[in-house]
């Protein structure tokens, strides 16, 4: 199959609105900027053995390609529009190339994004997607804006992908019915694309949960120069059927959710509760900006806790 098949056969089928002129087959696309808006731009690279095991469906690994991408768009208050590949290939495989795109085209279609354009080389399969979308600019989501005070919250569970990521690597076993659940979570995560475009109204601070809640949220307080009390009692546990400090551990040092942290003023939490749970959307707040640097540990006495004097060795330096 020559590249020009290839192209035409598994990445020329983008349901464009209208802001796309050109899409996949010239040598750039052509879009529609919007002039009142900020153009928000991330792209992030999977590499095979590094980011996702060797084997993964292709489904997944072009699904997951591309939420991670919006997930950065979502963190910004971005809605997004289109994005671009650049596929780096060991070989033609037609089966694989039909799953991949199907992959791809299904996380496209669930959150309104058109794939406009891209590269195919052969190579190391590696899976570059580069995406854009628009937040006008006073309303976009930095991790600087914490203020001491503010409210710290996430989007919805936290820790079930890393127990996933512990299954596929035989690392962990949990019951047949758990496994199934956690290793979703790890390949098809779900960007907070509503979420985010509701919280430009309300979040001063908004980071993607990539690497790890507490690595995460350490970004937002080094941006904003603050610390965080948080309350370990109410962080959002993945509800699979494991032991709790396998859960614990997970949620705070585990990547690969994709949930939101974000802070909000407390004069504005009533009424940005009230938006989410009338929208159906989950929030968890865990605890509270406070001054300092870092992050301190309480329970829902206030008591602080010594993380390390429960077991946990491996949360670096910061702590
Ligand atoms: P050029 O040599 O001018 O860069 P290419 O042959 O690489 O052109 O690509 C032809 C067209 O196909 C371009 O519009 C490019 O954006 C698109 N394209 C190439 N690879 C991909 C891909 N993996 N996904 C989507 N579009 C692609
Ligand atoms: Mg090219």
Known sequence: MDEFTLI?????????????????????????????QALAICVDTLVEGVHFPINTNPEDIAYKAVAVNLSDLAAM??????ITLALTMPRVDADWLKNFSEGLYACCDAYHVSLIGGDTTRGPLSVTIQAHGF?????????SGAKVGDRIYVSGELGSAALGLQIISNK????????????????????????GLLLRD????????????????????????????????????STALLD???????????????????????????AFEQCFKAKGLAYFCVGEICKGTNIVFVNDNHYKINLSSLGYQHFGEKL
């Open 8 to 36: 035409n056969k598994y990445f020329s089928k983008s349901k464009h609105d209208n802001s796309v002129y050109l899409g996949v087959g010239d040598d750039a696309a052509l879009v529609k900027v919007d002039a009142s």
């Open 77 to 82: 208050g971005a809605e997004p529009k289109w």
């Open 135 to 143: 937040v006008p600019l006073e309303k976009s989501l930095k991790r």
């Open 172 to 195: 962990l076993t949990a019951p047949e019915s758990e496994q199934k659940k956690l290793i979703t979570a790890l390949n098809r995560p779900e960007p907070c694309v509503k979420q």
């Open 202 to 237: 309300f979040a001063s601070s908004c980071i993607d949960i990539s690497d790890g809640f507490l690595a995460d949220l350490q970004h937002i307080l080094d941006a904003s120069h603050v610390g965080a009390l948080i309350d370990l009692t109410k962080i959002p546990l």
């Open 244 to 270: 709790m400090q396998q859960r614990l551990q997970a949620a705070l040092t585990g990547g690969d959710d994709y949930q939101l942290c974000f802070t909000i003023p407390a004069e504005k939490s009533a």
